[in-house]
């Protein structure tokens, strides 16, 4: 059995894609692209797919990752681009590699989040960023199923700055931009409760709903403070056995 780790985005429009919503236009894709795919045991059998830390409805992203299981080996790439094309543009599938490493899950421990706050004025933005960045908790309250829940939003920021608009965008008002590394924790500290942690400490409300957007997930680097590519692990193991069969080449008599 041949396990395949994608990464896709969601962008545009489908950044209002729920995540169930996601799984049946992926499912449609598995079935026009003809993927040979694993099924689970039982009386409703399903494909074998492993999704991992989705981003919430609403938000987009440049790093969402799952993991499907094959019955006959495929090139990760040819795989990559049926399976890019059966599904509607925004939702695309941009790297593949086969599985060669255990643990994707447990290589997703931070993520980095962009967020746009149009009609904000970046200083007092970064005012709100100073007073945020300067406590030692931040408490916000979340609406759950169970009821409202109050938390400690500021535990789980590694960082938070601010940012120059893109040059190449036009700005005919005020726009601030965030920029945010923050621990997969539990609770899970999401942008939202960040931007209510940010209107709690310095009474930072934007005007309109702010434009979120996750640039990288993956494993945090205690050393550099850098969220590390988690397939650069099976990307590698990957190289490894040609490099050597290179080696033994170069070394064989002639």
């Given at each position: 059995?041949?396990?395949?780790?994608?990464?896709?985005?969601?962008?545009?429009?489908?950044?209002?894609?729920?995540?169930?919503?996601?799984?049946?236009?992926?499912?449609?894709?598995?079935?026009?692209?003809?993927?040979?795919?694993?099924?689970?045991?039982g009386f409703t059998p399903h494909p074998k797919v492993s999704y991992a830390n989705a981003a919430p409805t609403g938000t987009g992203s440049e790093a969402e990752y799952l993991e499907i299981a094959l019955t006959e080996a495929r090139d990760p790439q040819k795989l990559r681009e049926l399976l890019d094309e059966s599904l509607p543009a925004g939702l695309d599938v941009i790297e593949a590699v086969e599985a060669?490493?255990?643990?994707?899950?447990?290589?997703?421990?931070?993520?980095?989040?962009e967020l746009r706050l149009d009609g904000v004025d970046p200083a007092d933005a970064g005012r709100a960023v100073a007073a945020f960045n300067a406590a030692d908790t931040v408490e916000v309250q979340r609406l759950t199923k169970n009821g409202v829940r109050t938390f400690d939003a500021r535990s789980a920021v590694v960082r938070l700055e601010t940012h120059s608009p893109q040059a190449d965008r036009p700005i005919d008002q005020p726009c601030a931009i965030l920029r945010l590394v923050v621990r997969h924790v539990t609770p899970a500290v999401r942008p939202d409760d960040v931007l209510s942690g940010l209107r709690a400490v310095a009474d930072l409300a934007p005007p309109v709903p702010a434009a979120v957007?996750?640039?990288?997930?993956?494993?945090?680097?205690?050393?550099?403070?850098?969220?590390?590519?988690?397939?650069?692990?099976?990307?590698?193991?990957?190289?490894a056995p040609s490099t050597a069969d290179a080696t033994a080449a170069a070394k064989a008599p002639a």
């Open positions: 059995m041949q396990r395949i780790r994608l990464r896709y985005t969601k962008r545009g429009r489908l950044r209002f894609t729920s995540h169930r919503d996601f799984q049946r236009a992926f499912e449609r894709a598995l079935r026009r692209a003809e993927v040979p795919m694993a099924y689970s045991a060669r490493t255990p643990g994707l899950a447990d290589r997703l421990t931070a993520s980095v989040w957007t996750r640039l990288a997930q993956g494993l945090f680097d205690e050393e550099t403070g850098a969220v590390t590519d988690p397939l650069a692990p099976d990307r590698e193991a990957a190289e």
